[in-house]
């Protein structure tokens, strides 16, 4: 699968290696121009480029790996949505920096505002609550994989992306829309920042988290 990168720094990369080590092409894009990116995509081999934003936002899975202080202005650059997915793995810090302090979004997640401002993209939170160096490691210990949780609003979308995430040796889990799952996702909510591992193989949803809105605290 060809997948499009908002962005170069670290969980660009991290998830670039991942993809491209399980057979999938990245191109890469930042705000400076492809030019800039030459010697970073090299280092990749023949399945990375580099891309302008409307390189990256052509193709079917788009990654938006950029600080939450630069979420806006990247989603405003870039050309009409076309129904591409859209991966969203922020997190929503004041300066883009845990020391900062998250954003305060009165009860909504901050991807729905990422879905806010990128129209006609479906928007698939996931990502954003590993840590990049547990993601590099291997994704499997024995019988065990860890854990990516997602959530969005379109099953379809949702299904592509674990299907990807699969196909990169994690366990994909469900965690329902883009309001309740993402809202669970969030930094400060149950399931950021651990390290979680399942028995494999795992199903991808429960029905429990699924079947009817939870409050999170
Ligand atoms: N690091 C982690 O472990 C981790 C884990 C999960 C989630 N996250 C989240 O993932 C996001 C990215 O984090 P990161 O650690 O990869 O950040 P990073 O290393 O600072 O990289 C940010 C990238 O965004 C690019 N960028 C900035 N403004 C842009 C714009 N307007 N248009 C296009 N590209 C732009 C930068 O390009 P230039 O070099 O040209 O400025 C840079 O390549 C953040 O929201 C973070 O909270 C991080």
């Not at 991807?111 to 993209?121: D, F, H, I, K, Q």
């Not at 592509?160 to 809202?183: C, K, N």
């Not at 149950?190 to 029905?207: K, L």
Request: without cysteine; neutral net charge.
């Amino acid at each position: 699968m060809q997948i499009g990168i908002i962005g170069a720094g670290q969980v660009a990369r991290s998830f670039a290696r991942t993809a491209i080590d399980a057979g999938h092409g990245i191109i890469f894009s930042n705000a400076r121009g492809p030019e800039t990116l030459a010697s970073q995509v090299a280092e990749f081999g023949p399945l990375a480029a580099a891309g302008s934003l409307r390189d990256a936002v052509n193709q079917p899975i788009v990654l938006l790996a950029v600080p939450w202080p630069k979420v806006e202005e990247a989603l405003r650059a870039l050309p009409a949505w076309r129904d591409q997915i859209l991966i969203d793995p922020t997190n929503a810090f004041h300066g883009g920096n845990p020391a900062g302090g998250l954003v305060d979004f009165q009860g909504d997640s901050s991807s729905e505002r990422v879905a806010a401002l990128a129209s006609g993209a479906r928007v698939v939170k996931a990502l954003n609550t590993v840590f990049m160096t547990n993601f590099a490691k291997p994704p499997a210990s024995g019988q065990l994989r860890r854990v990516a949780f997602l959530s969005g609003d379109s099953q379809d979308a949702k299904d592509t992306v674990a299907d990807l995430l699969e196909s990169f040796g994690f366990a994909p889990v469900d965690l329902g829309s883009l309001r309740d799952g993402g809202r669970i996702q969030a930094v400060g909510a149950p399931v950021a920042g651990h390290d979680f591992f399942v028995p494999w193989p795992a199903p991808r949803s429960f029905p429990a988290i699924n079947g009817e809105r939870k409050e999170v605290p």
